[in-house]
């Protein structure tokens, strides 16, 4: 696997790559677990022998908030790389904030539209601008043919993709099912910040999310009622909701009176100072 951390270093080494192949492209913030393996995985079994898997490895403070773990966020660079390469990773783009900001935070920005403006977006704002904004750059700098994203940010995965449609970025957008713990927690570099206490509590989020699943699927599931099953459930175990909700899975939108198919369960409680996201996508 070729590392590199400038883009001109970067630009080069993909010319010399010469693909007759699609260039399948994993963007990561690093503190890698087996969700990114798995990305890894299918850009391999996607680039082919003919084409190329690039990741990148980049804590992006401009999607952080003032109070968020941006500076605590665990950056195990050394294991991150044995894992990449282990896995068939081509090429690794991982910058420094210098380099992908040199002149300081980016001064034109990309707007994430209204479906920035929920959920996520409305407790962490600006969120999906940083988010958006580095995709876009990353995307320029990459060029890739496949974008790989996990369906585990669910939200994050809708405003990319509209931000590819709307801006014509020539890369298309390959979601990704969730990889989850035993217990079903969605694996995620923050659930090493839980403590042994905490960690089987975790573990309600996804439950709550099974739980809402069933409700839907055994009938007539009134909104307002499988909402409340799913947040009851996450308190009980001790943690904070932040919102457990049924949505339109395109325009994620909280479902009207009655849940009807497809639709997204969405949920982010707070467990100490650790924030966790989970949702399950029903679609019929
Ligand atoms: P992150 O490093 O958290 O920015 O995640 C990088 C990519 O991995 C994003 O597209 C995530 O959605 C995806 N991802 C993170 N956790 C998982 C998981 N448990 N299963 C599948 N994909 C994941």
Sequence with gaps: MIVVSGIAEYREARRKMNLSGPLVFVPTMGALHAGHGALISMARGLAGSAGAVVASI???????????????????????????????????????????????????TVDPGPLADVLEGAI?????????????????????????????????????????????????????????????????????????????RAAAIYQALQKGRDMVLTGRADTASLNALMTEHINRAGLTVDYALACDPDTLAPCAKYVECPVVLLAAARLGNTRLIDNLLIEK
Aim: glycine share 6%; charged share 20%.
């Design 58 to 108: 980049f804590v992006n403070p401009s999607q952080f908030g003032p109070n968020e773990d941006f500076h605590r966020y665990p950056r195990p660079f050394a294991a991150d790389t044995a894992l990449l390469n282990e896995l068939g990773t081509d090429l690794l783009f991982a910058p420094d904030v210098s380099r992908m900001y040199p002149a300081g935070p980016a001064v034109v």
């Design 124 to 200: 962490r704002p600006g969120h999906f601008r940083g988010v958006c904004t580095v995709v876009a750059k990353l995307l320029a700098i990459v060029t890739p043919d496949i974008l790989i994203l996990g369906r585990k940010d669910y939200q994050q995965q809708a405003v990319v993709k509209q931000m590819i449609q709307d801006l014509n970025f020539c890369t298309s957008l390959v979601v990704a099912p969730t990889v989850r713990e035993p217990d079903g927690l969605a694996m995620s570099s923050r659930n090493r910040y839980l403590s042994a206490d905490q960690r089987p």
